[in-house]
């Protein structure tokens, strides 16, 4: 049986061991080091839309994983929204569809900021 982490006794005490995980985030850093090179390397600018379809792939990647299948359509038009992208075009946008794009958005752009309870109920 698989658990959320916060079903789990001991959340929120993250404990970690760096030894274990140095290796791991090494290698995807430099991926993502590679992979940002060879993008900047065709010309692409890592501009809004970019940001645009990342954040639209985490979304329905994230929902697949609560066994929820989202239309793509519709969390692109909630991200470009979000994102004050164009709209004009795209389809309606699903109410949690726009929750989603919300608490994704608010983990990833303020991720400096201290992870509250308050936060995190907000998420739900």
């Known amino acids: 049986m698989h658990l959320y982490v916060w079903q789990r006794k001991s959340w929120p005490e993250w404990r970690w061991q760096d030894t274990r995980l140095i290796g791991p985030l090494a290698k995807a850093r430099l991926c993502q080091g590679r992979l940002l090179g060879k993008i900047t390397s065709l010309g692409f600018d890592l501009s809004q839309d970019v940001r645009a379809e990342v954040l639209t792939e985490e979304t329905v990647k994230t929902a697949a994983i609560e066994g929820e299948s989202l239309s793509r359509e519709s969390v692109?038009?909630?991200?470009?929204?979000?994102?004050?992208?164009?709209?004009?075009?795209?389809s309606p946008v699903e109410r949690h569809v726009d929750g989603l794009v919300e608490t994704l958005l608010d983990a990833t752009g303020k991720m400096s900021e201290p992870l509250t309870g308050e936060r995190l109920k907000g998420w739900q």
Not at 76 to 90: D, E, H, I, K
């Open 76 to 90: 692109r038009s909630s991200v470009a929204r979000r994102l004050g992208l164009p709209t004009a075009g795209l």
